[in-house]
């Protein structure tokens, strides 16, 4: 729409590394994306959160985020947190892009190009493979499918005919709507879950859209969960114009990207607003 | 675990001899292979999960199967 306001996207780094590396992180991603706005969810230790030379700060004292991998992993403190810390008195935030500490940004225009798919699709929360997992051998929907909490949960929030769907996506690079985001907050006594289960199907059930990223970009062609990325692969993605890499766990590589930072170029939203 | 690790070699090993594959039914691409069985009153595939796939009956007594994630199907890609 021509003269629509551009989409301010809070970028949330949830990261449990020391506090150094952390710091070291965060500002390298500044250095990629200058344009853009930058805060850290905490879930490690007290003493490195209390070590994080950053203003824009949060911890977050899950004990789910302790447990087994892919046990009941959820995101409800740290959306509370966010929503708390950030985003419920600055109404400039329209989005909060939700990335690991290991999702490497490799172009400055990442949210543009992001905010431009949601506007385009009428996203309340875009995914890497976010989609309906009813009916699939997702290993997850097996878990849940029967859950007595989860369905009952379900019925009590759902706006929707079918209270029962089940969504999922990858928990890593998460992007969500603002109103999705305060709808999410504002759901009490949510059930033991895993989060990338029940934070698409919680929102879908809200009443929000949930995009797959893969069906309208190739933004997401190289985040996966693993295995982690090669420094000469990033630097070939890099070079290639990728827009992001997850996971990379070389910090050195992390250092080349911002010291040969692009900015990207100029995108426009499927209704015409140049960004 | 080691007995784990051996019995799902084994599993993998027999599914690659004796198993069926299983396609797509947008793309046409081989996703699992896999051995059907009905077991305790189910239907199990046994090699499906090695793969991420969605079911729905095409008739009365057919089930047919897709990726469930776009980047996996050709004919889904953008």
Redesign the interface.
């Known amino acids: 729409m021509p003269g629509a306001t551009p989409v301010t996207t809070l970028t949330v780094v949830l990261t449990h590394v020391d506090a150094a590396t952390a710091g070291e992180q965060l500002r390298l991603l500044g250095g990629i994306a200058p344009g853009e706005r930058f805060a850290v969810c905490h879930g490690g230790k007290r003493a490195d959160f209390d070590a994080l030379d950053l203003d824009a700060k949060a911890f977050v004292d899950d004990p789910t985020l302790r447990g087994a991998p892919r046990s009941f992993q959820s995101y409800h403190l740290t959306f509370a947190a966010v929503w708390d810390h950030w985003v419920r008195d600055d109404p400039s935030i329209d989005a909060v892009y939700v990335i690991e500490y290991d999702h490497l940004v490799l172009r400055g225009d990442y949210a543009q190009r992001l905010g431009a798919i949601a506007a385009q699709t009428g996203a309340g929360l875009l995914g890497k ?1 976010a ?1 309906l ?1 009813t ?4 290993e997850h929907y097996g878990r849940f499918r029967r859950d007595p909490a989860l369905l009952a949960h379900l019925r009590r929030v759902s706006v929707r005919e079918d209270p029962t769907l089940i969504y999922g996506t990858l928990g890593d690079g998460m992007w969500l709507s603002r109103a999705a985001l305060a709808d999410y907050v504002t759901v009490e006594n949510h059930p033991p879950c895993y989060g990338e289960l029940y934070v698409p199907t919680l929102v879908h059930h809200l009443g929000h859209r949930i995009v ?1 990223l ?5 933004l997401y ?1 190289h985040v996966r969960w693993d295995p982690a990325y090669a420094p000469a692969e990033v630097r070939a993605l890099h070079a290639a114009g990728a827009t992001f890499a997850h996971p990379v766990k070389d910090l050195d590589v992390w250092r080349e990207v911002a010291a040969h930072a692009s900015p990207g170029t100029s995108v426009t939203s499927g209704d015409g607003y140049q960004v | 675990m080691q007995r784990d690790e051996v019995k799902r070699k084994v599993k993998l090993a027999v599914v690659a001899v004796a198993g069926r594959p299983i396609r797509c039914e947008v793309c046409d691409e081989v996703m699992v292979k896999a051995i059907p069985i009905i077991w305790k009153g189910d239907v199990k595939l046994i090699g ?2 090695t ?6 009956f095409a008739s009365m007594n057919r089930l047919v199967f897709r990726h ?4 996996a199907c050709p004919a ?3």
């Open positions: 493979e989609s997992r009916g699939t051998n997702w797959n893969a069906e309208h970009s190739n062609d | 499906a999960e793969g991420l796939v969605s079911v729905d469930v994630e776009v980047a889904r890609r953008p």
